[in-house]
C-alpha cells in the first residue's frame, strides 16, 4: 500500500486528529485518494497526533518482497524514531532545509526560442518517490537490504539510500522518520532578470507519471524572450511553498556539425617510420600539414585529406576553417601525437585559434592549440587521437566574454554529484598528486553519459576494498586514472602545454570559453606558478568574468576562477596565476578509463595481488615439447600490468601485456614437467618499475611435455 494510512487504523486517526490539532477541523479524505500524494485525489491530512502514527505503522503488512523479519526491525526503527522527535503530533509540511533543496537545476536552450527546465525532485525520506514521507517509504528499504552501491542493481536500488551513503540499512529510516509527512505536490518555476530579483512565477510543474527507477525528474518550458536567471520552489497540498532551489541560469547545449560528403584530395599510408602529409584546401591559404613522428602508429594507417560539404555554426567564435575529411571510419587512438599546422589571418593575431576533432554524430571534441606562430601566421595543433573530421575557429577575446551581464553558461556538471569525494591527503603515492587522473576521470564519466545509465559518480565507490589495504575505491581510482596520463605529462607538458605561455591570459580565457561552449563538456584546466608548481581543475561553466570549476581537493562545491576586467589578467587561485586548457578530445591515455570503471565495480577484487590465469591449457595437461603459445589474463586492483616475467625450464620470457590484460607468449616446453611462474610488473607515474605479487606461485601450473600421436 502507498498510501500511509491502513484501513484499520481509519476510526483510531480520525478522533486523534480531532483531539491532536488544535483550531483546525477535521478533513476527512479518501485512504486510495492519498496514494498518489495529492496528484489525484484529495491531499494527504495536515495534522496527525504521534499515537495515530505509531498504530497506523504497527499495522503495515509485510509487502511482497521483503524478508518478514527485516520489515519488523524497520517499523521498529521508523517509531522509535519518530518518538525521538519529543512532539504529539506532527504537520504536513512542504520541503524545507538545505537537505531538500533543488541544487541540479538546469536550462537548455536560449532567449530567442524559450528554455526547457530540468531538476530531480528532492523531498528526503521520501524513498518511493510518490510525493509524501510515509511508512509507505520502509518498502524500498525492506526490497533492497544490504545492497551496497557498487552492486550491479544499484541504479533502482540506490532510491532506498535514505542517508547517501553507498548502502541501503536500518540507517536510512532516519531520513524517513525526520520527515515524515513532508508533501510535495509539485514545484512553482519563478524566473528574473537578476540573481537578486524580483521573481516572476510562471506556474506550477507537475510530478512526471512515470519515474525512472531511483529518480523523479521534472521538467518545465519557458517561451522564448523570456528571463535570464530561475528558480524552483517545492509546494504542498495547501499551496504552501518550501525551500527554493539554487539560482541557475542557461546549461550549454552546443550545436553539431551537420556533416555532408568528404571530398579526399589526396590519400596516403602512415606507416611506423612517421611521415608528413600536407594539402591545400581550395586556396592556399587554407594549407594544412600532419606530421606523423616515428612510433605514432604500430601498423600501416590509411588517411586523407580533402573537405566535407557539410556546415556548422558554433556557439562562440568564428568558424574561418573548411571541415576537414580525413577519410577514417573509426577514431584512430596514436602511439604518439600527431602535430597539425594550418595558416590563419594575421588580422587574429590578437585573438586565439581553437581547434576540435569531430566525430561521426557530428560532436566536436577539443584539442590542444600549442602556438600561433608570427610572422608565419600559422598555428600548431596537437592529439593524441584522431576522427572522421578536423575544424578551427577563432575566438575573439572580448567576444568570449557575451554572455548576458551577470549571467552565466554552465556544462551541467556538479561537483556535488560528479566529482571525487576524497580531498587532498599527505603526498604519499596513494592520495597525493592525483588530482589530474580524479579531474580526468570524472570527466570521462560525466561525458560519457554514465551519470545518466549509472548513477551519480557520488556516491558509487566509497567502499574500502577491505584488509590487507584498506583503500576506498575512488582512492584506486584516483591513482591508476592518474598514472594513466601522467607516464606522458613531463613530455606532453613541455613541448605540448608549456608553449601556451606565449598566450596572454584573455587568449586562455577565450580558449577555455570557446571549448566549453562548442562542446559542451568540462575543460580539464592546469594551473601553474613558479614554486607553487601544478594543480588540476576541470572548467565546468563561464560568465563574462571567469571560470567556474571543480576542484578535486576540495570537493562538493563549485569554485571560482576570476579574470579581471581591467588588467585581463587572472587573479591567483590557490597560489597559481597560470592557467592552460588541455584538450579532453587530445588526452594521451594508457589505460582504457572504461577498464578502470569495470574494476571498481568489482572493487578491484578485494586482492594486492596481480591475478594471473592461463587460459589456453589446463594445469597438468599433456602437451608436446618445443615452443608452444601459452595465452592467459591478467589484471591488478591498483595498476595496469605492462609486461610479465614468465619463466618455465630455467628459461626467461618477458612477454608485453596491453591494457585489456590478454597476453600470449610462445614459450619453450621440454619433455617432462614443465613448472611455471608469473611476475607482474607495471610503473608508477614517474615510470618507476613496480612488482606486484601474482596469484600463481610455481607449483600452481605446470604442463607435461610428451611426444603426442
Known sequence: ??????????????????????????????????????????????????????????????????????????????????????????????????????????????????????WTYKNLGDLNLDG?????????????????????????????????????????????????????????????????????????????????????????????????????????????????????????LPPRVMLGNDDISISAVIDPAGTELEADLGSPDQHVKFTFPPGAVLEPLSIGIGTNDGSYTPYSGELKSPIVALGLSDEVSLKEPVTIEVKFDRNDLTKVIVPFIVDSEGQTHLIDLLEMKSPEFTAVFETWHLKGHLLWLVQDTVAAQAVQPGGMRSTGFTPKYDGFWISKGPDTWWSGNTALGMVAFANWYYCAGKTWSEGNFYPRFRTSTGPPNHH???????????????????????????????????????????????????????????????????????????????????????????????????DPYEGRTQVYYCGPGALWVNEPYQNILDDAKQEFGDSKYAVVQV?????????????????????????????????????????????????SANLPIVPGWNYFSFEAYSSTYDNEEVELFTTLDIDEFRLYGVELP
Request: glycine letters at 10%; proline letters at 8%; aromatic letters at 10%.
Open 472 to 570: 576506498y575505491c575512488q582512492e584506486i581510482i584516483s591513482v591508476r586514472a592518474n598514472t594513466a596520463i601522467i607516464k606522458e605529462w613531463p613530455s606532453y607538458w613541455y613541448n605540448y602545454v608549456e608553449p601556451l605561455l606565449d598566450l596572454n591570459d584573455a587568449q586562455r580565457f577565450a580558449a577555455v570559453v570557446n571549448g566549453l561552449a562548442n562542446t559542451g563538456h568540462p575543460v580539464l584546466m592546469r594551473l601553474y606558478h613558479g614554486y607553487s608548481g601544478y594543480y588540476s581543475v576541470l572548467a565546468t561553466g563561464y560568465d563574462n568574468e571567469g571560470i567556474y570549476i571543480y576542484d578535486p581537493y576540495k570537493p562538493y562545491y563549485e569554485y571560482y576562477i576570476h579574470l579581471d576586467p581591467v588588467t585581463k589578467e587572472f
Open 615 to 663: 587460459t589456453s591449457h589446463g594445469t597438468g595437461q599433456m602437451v608436446s615439447p618445443g615452443d608452444l603459445i601459452i595465452a592467459g589474463h591478467v589484471e591488478s586492483p591498483f595498476l595496469l600490468v605492462e609486461k610479465l616475467l614468465v619463466m618455465v625450464g630455467g628459461e626467461f620470457t618477458w612477454v608485453a601485456v596491453p591494457p585489456d590484460g590478454n597476453f
Open 132 to 252: 509524501l514521507v510515509s511508512a509507505s517509504d520502509l518498502t524500498p528499504v525492506g526490497q533492497h537490504f544490504d545492497e551496497t552501491c557498487d552492486g550491479d542493481n544499484w541504479p533502482t536500488a540506490c532510491r532506498a539510500d535514505g542517508n547517501n551513503d553507498g548502502a541501503v540499512t536500518i540507517s536510512d529510516i532516519t531520513s524517513i522518520g525526520q520527515n515524515y509527512l513532508t508533501h510535495c505536490a509539485g514545484y512553482n518555476v519563478y524566473g528574473c532578470d537578476s540573481a537578486a530579483g524580483p521573481w516572476v512565477m510562471y506556474g506550477g510543474a507537475s510530478p512526471p507519471p512515470t519515474p525512472v527507477p531511483g529518480i523523479k525528474v521534472f521538467n518545465y518550458s519557458v517561451p522564448g524572450g523570456s528571463h535570464w536567471y530561475y528558480q524552483v520552489r517545492p509546494f504542498n497540498a495547501d499551496g504552501v511553498e518550501g525551500i527554493p532551489s539554487l539560482v541557475s541560469s542557461p546549461t550549454l
Open 1 to 118: 500500500m502507498r498510501g500511509y494510512l491502513q484501513p484499520i487504523a481509519l476510526a483510531v486517526l480520525l478522533s486523534l486528529v480531532l483531539l491532536g490539532c488544535q483550531g483546525r477541523s477535521p478533513q476527512t479524505f479518501d485512504i486510495a485518494a492519498t496514494e498518489e500524494a495529492g496528484q489525484a485525489g484529495k491531499p494527504p491530512p495536515r495534522c496527525v497526533a504521534m499515537e495515530a502514527l505509531v498504530a497506523d505503522i504497527t499495522a503495515e503488512p509485510v509487502p511482497a518482497g521483503v524478508d518478514a523479519g527485516v520489515y519488523t526491525q524497520l517499523k521498529a526503527q521508523l517509531i522509535k524514531d519518530l518518538r525521538e522527535r519529543g512532539v504529539s503530533k506532527l504537520t504536513s509540511t512542504p520541503p524545507s532545509g538545505e537537505g531538500n533543496q533543488v541544487d541540479d537545476l538546469k536550462l537548455y536552450g536560449d532567449q530567442a526560442t524559450g528554455f526547457t527546465l530540468e
